[in-house]
């Protein structure tokens, strides 16, 4: 069974910086690509990052280009998303999510993945 742990939400000031870990039981993380997924209250859940199984290759939504950046460590089994020039949109829910996948370097479908995480709250006030 395939456990994922976020961490590193809280409450922060629009333009401040922070950095979500997702730590995965895994035996091999490697096998697994990983996103990131948020979602803000009444809204669905959206895609905001994604990377592949080595790190070799990234993927952003448009509305987090340029300010967030995915990065993994495959001998910790953690993933991260680091987030600076946070805005009051950026508030949500975060989620890290698994999938073991060959074939594909990443996918911004919530329903390719099998596993997740139970969230972390991040929340940007103005």
């Known amino acids: 069974q395939v456990r994922l742990v976020e961490s590193g939400g809280g409450l922060v000031q629009a333009g401040s910086s922070l950095r979500l870990s997702c730590a995965a039981s895994?035996?091999?993380?490697?096998?697994?690509?990983t996103g990131w997924f948020r979602q803000a209250p009444g809204k669905e859940r959206e895609f905001v990052a994604a990377i592949s199984r080595f790190g070799s290759s990234t993927y952003y939504a448009d509305s987090v280009k340029g300010r967030f950046a995915v990065s993994r460590d495959n001998t910790k089994n953690i993933a991260y998303l680091h987030m600076s020039t946070l805005k009051p949109e950026d508030t949500a829910v975060y989620y890290c999510?698994?999938?073991?996948?060959?074939?594909?370097?990443?996918?911004?479908?919530?329903?390719?993945?099998?596993?997740w995480g139970q969230g972390t709250q991040v929340t940007v006030s103005s």
């Open positions: 895994v035996r091999t993380f490697s096998d697994y690509i």
């Open positions: 999510a698994a999938k073991q996948d060959y074939r594909v370097s990443y996918s911004r479908t919530l329903s390719d993945y099998d596993y």
